[in-house]
């Protein structure tokens, strides 16, 4: 797929006025079409689709885009124009502007790149630094999205034992994305089983406080 010729960040620091909850949810077909959203430059700029496939894909792209600024929004437009001048070296402003288009493209739920807007806001926000953000993103791309979700809604991260309700299958695929840690030597008793005991990774507690909104 050929990529927007323009920088995301000039989104970033854009008028995000026009995105709205209401038309994230509409088909690709109408997603595409609206003309409100051309008023975004990297909407503005997107490239001619030429088939139903590569509009297809494109749509999901730009929707995975939109829902990645949707989360900026609220930000005052004054900051956002701020912290992007602030990557005053144009060629890092570049390289952050490619690594969030990569980053966006390849998610497989759009939904994550809800997840992944509300670490940039921290980022923004400086309560995460760049180089937690690009971890905490990876993340929430290798994590499965139903154990992103397990993860926003456990009320506590710190307590180990709050993992035991959790069905082993999750906690096995968790274990593999790095959301969970195994806590060497410790076990628990339940229904005559020992179980071990896992607990929330750090960037797991990081992303739980960053990630959702």
Request: no cysteine; hydrophobic share 40%; charged share 30%.
């Amino acid at each position: 797929m050929k990529e927007p010729s323009v920088n995301i960040l000039d989104s970033v620091s854009g008028n995000l006025a026009d995105l709205s909850a209401e038309a994230l949810e509409v088909g690709v077909d109408q997603f595409i079409d609206n003309e409100l959203l051309k008023e975004i430059p990297i909407f503005g700029g997107a490239v001619k689709i030429y088939n139903l496939s590569q509009r297809i894909s494109e749509g999901f792209f730009m929707k995975k885009i939109a829902r990645f600024l949707f989360q900026l929004k609220d930000i005052p437009k004054e900051k956002r124009e701020r912290f992007i001048h602030k990557l005053e070296d144009e060629k890092e402003n570049r390289k952050v502007g490619e690594k969030l288009l990569i980053m966006l493209n390849k998610l497989d739920e759009v939904d994550k790149a809800s997840i992944i807007g509300n670490l940039f806001k921290a980022f923004i926000e400086a309560k995460i630094d760049y180089n937690q953000f690009l971890r905490l993103s990876n993340l929430v791309d290798k994590s499965l999205l139903d154990d992103l979700f397990i993860l926003k809604r456990t009320p506590d991260v710190s307590n180990s034992i709050a993992l035991k309700g959790v069905k082993h299958n999750a906690q096995e695929s968790m274990l593999q994305s790095g959301l969970i840690i195994q806590v060497q030597g410790a076990y628990v008793s339940s229904d005559g089983r020992d179980l071990m005991v896992m607990r929330y990774s750090l960037n797991a507690r990081l992303l739980k406080e960053h990630g959702f909104s």
